[in-house]
Nanobody
Framework: QVHLVESGGGLVQAGGSLRLSCAASGSHFGSFRMSWFRQAPGKERDFVATINWNGESTFYADSVKGRFTISRDNARNTLYLQMNNLRPEDTAVYYC?????????????????WGQGTQVTVSA
């Protein structure tokens, strides 16, 4: 099991940038697939981006492709999400998740651990 803590959220104007971090404690961070999801008020938790255990493979939701970049530093047990050209529709609570069992990365139900979330608000 891994304990996750997100940080880096905040209020930003449309077109701006933010960098989210997800610090992991516990064992075997480098063994987990890591992903970012987001949840807007009254909506389901939606997939944003995923990265495999060694960082060599990434996949993005169409809505963020070309604007967001997911990365990880296994030596620091940290996951990142660089968000550029932010839009008001990106406003949500952003969560990092860790998945070990090889399930479909876009399916939130397969994840083994979640952080508490960090709020991102983009003003028009």
């Amino acid at each position: 099991q891994v304990h996750l803590v997100e940080s880096g959220g905040g209020l930003v104007q449309a077109g701006g940038s933010l960098r989210l971090s997800c610090a992991a404690s516990g064992s075997h961070f480098g063994s987990f697939r890591m992903s970012w999801f987001r949840q807007a008020p009254g909506k389901e938790r939606d997939f944003v981006a995923t990265i495999n255990w060694n960082g060599e493979s990434t996949f993005y939701a169409d809505s963020v492709k070309g604007r967001f970049t997911i990365s990880r530093d296994n030596a620091r047990n940290t996951l990142y999400l660089q968000m550029n050209n932010l839009r008001p529709e990106d406003t949500a609570v952003y969560y990092c998740g860790a998945e070990y069992g090889g399930g479909a990365p876009v399916d939130s139900s397969v994840y083994d651990s979640w952080g508490q979330g960090t709020q991102v608000t983009v003003s028009a």
